[in-house]
């Protein structure tokens, strides 16, 4: 139904050439054109750690290589999922994206010792910046055992995949030991079209 002759209105709406798949909606991108999108969150990929990880340099950033995708029954990887080669992450469409690092570490065993996790960006494919970061300190007892989580998170504008990638790096000062299990994920959300 067009709007009352007395509003003054006059514009078209173009609605797609293909039917829309079940569950989707009309969205306009303001100049007429409608195309059909999808409701809510479209693409949801968790990833884990598949083995520990014993630090090999104190005080220096390190990308973390072996996350696997976690697929244990009920977690729920929705949509398509990102590409993950040699710990670098890759989009599969533009949109905006919430990444979620959570890392779980132990044995820090002297007195101030720290742990970072990092979330690292690039937008050209080569060279990485720091995107967001957590630090933990432990200030227990010099000898004991402590276990301590971090965790960080970001939202991303992803424009072009074949540019814009993303690593997990942690950092830690001394004898922590970044854990292979459940505790250490990276999550990733498509929460819309960019």
Do not use: C, W
Request: avoid cysteine; hydrophobic fraction near 30%; charge should be negative.
């Amino acid at each position: 139904k067009s709007p009352p002759h007395s509003a003054g209105q006059s514009y078209t709406l173009t609605f797609p050439q293909t039917a829309p798949s079940s569950g989707k909606f009309i969205q306009t991108d303001g100049s007429g054109n409608l195309s059909f999108a999808s409701a809510g969150i479209s693409m949801v990929d968790i990833y884990k750690l598949s083995s520990t990880i014993n630090p090999t340099a104190s005080n220096t950033s390190t990308t973390i290589t072996n996350f696997a995708q976690y697929t244990t029954s009920p977690i729920a990887n929705i949509g398509t999922n990102m590409t993950h080669s040699s710990g670098t992450f890759s989009f599969p469409s533009t949109g905006l994206y919430e990444i979620q690092a959570f890392l779980h570490f132990h044995e820090l065993s002297n007195n101030y010792q720290y742990v970072q996790v990092e979330i690292q960006t690039t937008t050209n494919n080569s060279s990485y910046t720091l995107l967001a970061k957590a630090v933990t300190t432990n200030t227990g007892n010099a000898g004991g055992d402590t276990k301590t989580s971090v965790y960080t998170s970001t939202v991303l504008d992803i424009t072009d995949i074949s540019n814009q990638k993303v690593k997990i790096n942690y950092l830690s000062s001394a004898t922590a030991i970044l854990n292979g299990d459940e505790g250490s994920q990276v999550i990733f959300k498509r929460l819309g079209d960019t």
